[in-house]
């Protein structure tokens, strides 16, 4: 009796359910390619001119077209859901692989180009802001989807671009509160909060009426009127204190 080992090197390994005289039954351009049973996951080769097959391990009906599918592994759609599912349990740098992978599958899957613009966004740092990455993603997306979903899309770019904003502001905010008295804190948080205000107009090249994208520009460009001195602390000129007016403005929490 022939073993599953020794069965999985025939060379096709297959048993048509279609009718024995099919047009290719004598030598016709009939073509095999690599498979997998839905039933027994053996690794089979099926004739790409047939609609059914029977597995020659379990014997039961093995529709080609899947069959084939099953060894490319999953689809763009199961992938886009697994990358949902890990942007929304805060894994955005597996999101990211996920919509990726989909993006292989299917390169036009606009659901898929979406969530990998978001999970870029949720993989930045204040010192690695990937702004320009997530609207590359979004544009793309919008571009390839229905005109009657696109103004949606773009609505859901703006929010997603302002979400990420918020986030990285609250990380510089407290970055510069804790090291204040440090030399070029300032000039960093400068930094990192004009690389915000673009990024907040970025957001409104998507979405110009969203007021809440405008009064979060006006409160980073407050922060950064507000400033900072020098006071004396042991004799020294050197150390420097948040002003009274930024410490207020800290403490307010308006974003």
């Not at 949720?122 to 997530?134: D, G, L, P, V």
Request: charged residues 20%; glycine residues 8%.
């Amino acid at each position: 009796e022939q073993s599953h080992d020794t069965a999985r090197r025939a060379p096709f390994g297959v048993r048509s359910t279609q009718d024995s005289d099919h047009p290719n039954r004598d030598g016709g351009n009939m073509g095999f390619q690599a498979a997998k049973c839905p039933s027994c996951a053996g690794d089979i080769q099926v004739p790409t001119d047939r609609d059914v097959v029977k597995c020659m391990y379990c014997g039961v009906d093995v529709v080609v077209r899947e069959a084939i599918r099953a060894v490319a592994g999953p689809s763009a759609e199961t992938l886009v859901d697994l990358g949902r599912k890990a942007l929304d349990g805060a894994n955005p740098t597996d999101a990211f692989q996920l919509f990726s992978r989909a993006l292989e599958a299917d390169p036009k899957n606009v659901a898929a180009l979406m969530g990998k613009g978001e999970a870029a966004g949720w993989c930045s740092t204040i010192a690695n802001m990937r702004f320009q990455e997530m609207s590359t993603y979004f544009n793309d997306a919008i571009k390839l989807a229905a005109p009657d979903a696109q103004e949606g899309l773009k609505q859901r770019a703006a929010r997603s671009i302002g979400s990420v904003c918020g986030a990285l502001w609250n990380q510089a905010q407290e970055r510069f509160q804790r090291f204040a008295s440090l030399d070029d804190t300032w000039v960093e948080f400068v930094g990192q909060a004009w690389a915000l205000v673009e990024a907040y107009e970025l957001a409104l090249v998507f979405n110009p009426t969203d007021k809440i994208l405008l009064e979060n520009i006006i409160t980073i460009s407050r922060a950064m009127l507000q400033g900072f001195n020098y006071v004396m602390i042991g004799g020294s000129a050197n150390v420097r204190r948040l002003t009274p007016g930024l410490e207020a403005f800290f403490k307010e929490g308006m974003m």
